[in-house]
């Protein structure tokens, strides 16, 4: 389970920055008390040299060493008490030259004794959201907000299943499939015209995947296959895509059958698709084609291996964009 390393990465850099601000408003609180109350850090000196004195008669270990404790343990006690009040006194807390980190469970290094730390894991988690929905818009895309109300009652054909009721059956298989999401989860092909909510269900299921701390990847198929085809021939920023694709805990692949098809694209499908299934990840597939449609168009060797290897969902019904732009 995780992200990416891109992901994982951006992460850590936001920690790096956070430490260097922490590091740089504690600064500018010195400077602030070396100007209003200088004698704060004169005592700050003189604790760090008692410090020092302390280990030098811990070393040095001539004369009584205990006594020689106790009076700079008292002396230490008197310094710190008319440091705290100074502070106060000018209406500081006692705490105003210590650093301040975001997190003060990892003090904002990402990691505890147990592993990562929350504050690392919501980074990753909102870096995830944001590279989505900088793509297509992740925010309104929930379970919460599909609506039945736009798919007919009546069955397309006498004695079949109303959209409806076809759309209902989907929409329950989407949640029990994002509720109980694993690595290990089945593929699934959601196939049908468009607008008729295959992007927004899949991106439910990604939202539910990444909230519990999954890495997804989503793209259109012709957008994934462009970053292939720039890396392949040297022409991308780094080698990272195809990593991402093969390695990602859940892959989204938008839109298939609407990219431009050369010889290295479907060979790059076909090599996604077996190779995710053959290790067990799942991968989501949205596409307009029918199954004719997608085996004209790809090799049977593609096709093949999506009918035995995805759940098959059918989407039903009229484009839900026109209708609400006719204001239905």
Same mark, same amino acid.
């Given at each position: 389970m995780g992200y990416g390393r891109e992901i994982y990465g951006a992460a850590l850099d936001e920690l790096s920055r956070r430490r260097g601000l922490v590091r740089q408003q504690q600064a500018q609180r010195r400077q602030e008390i070396a100007q209003k109350i200088p004698e704060v850090l004169e005592i700050e000196r003189r604790l760090a040299q008692t410090s020092l004195e302390a280990a030098r008669s811990v070393l040095g270990a001539t004369g $009584? %060493? #205990?006594? #020689?404790? =106790? *009076?700079?343990? @008292?002396? &230490?006690? #008197?310094?710190?008490?008319?440091? &705290?009040?100074?502070? !106060?006194?000018?209406?500081?807390?006692?705490?105003? !030259? =210590? !650093?301040?980190?975001? /997190?003060? %469970?990892?003090? $904002?290094?990402?990691?505890? $004794?147990?592993? #990562?730390?929350? /504050?690392?894991?919501?980074?990753? *988690?909102?870096? @995830?959201?944001?590279?989505? &929905?900088?793509?297509?818009? %992740?925010a309104s895309c929930d379970f919460d907000h599909f609506s039945l109300e736009y798919y007919d009652l009546a069955p397309l054909e006498h004695g079949g299943v109303s959209p409806r009721q076809q759309m209902e059956t989907i929409l329950d298989y989407c949640q029990h499939y994002a509720d109980t999401f694993s690595l290990h989860s089945s593929s699934i092909l959601m196939q049908g015209p468009t607008g008729l909510g295959k992007t927004h269900l899949s991106l439910s299921i990604a939202r539910a995947a990444i909230d519990r701390g999954f890495g997804v990847v989503y793209g259109s198929v012709q957008n994934l296959m462009s970053k292939l085809e720039q890396e392949k021939f040297g022409r991308g920023s780094n080698d990272d895509s195809a990593r991402s694709l093969m390695e990602c805990d859940l892959l989204i692949l938008d839109d298939l059958g609407t990219e431009f098809t050369t010889q290295f694209v479907t060979a790059s499908i076909y090599n996604l698709i077996n190779s995710r299934l053959l290790s067990a990840k799942p991968t989501i597939i949205n596409t307009n084609l029918t199954m004719q449609e997608l085996n004209d168009k790809y090799t049977q060797r593609i096709t093949s291996r999506i009918i035995g290897g995805y759940d098959r969902l059918v989407f039903m019904g009229r484009d839900i964009r026109q209708q609400k732009r006719m204001g239905y």
């Open positions: $009584d %060493i #205990q006594q #020689q404790m =106790d *009076r700079l343990t @008292a002396h &230490n006690k #008197q310094l710190q008490q008319r440091y &705290n009040t100074l502070l !106060l006194q000018h209406g500081y807390p006692i705490d105003y !030259l =210590d !650093l301040h980190p975001v /997190c003060p %469970i990892c003090e $904002d290094e990402g990691f505890t $004794d147990d592993g #990562q730390c929350q /504050c690392l894991k919501e980074l990753m *988690r909102k870096e @995830a959201y944001r590279r989505i &929905n900088s793509l297509t818009p %992740i």
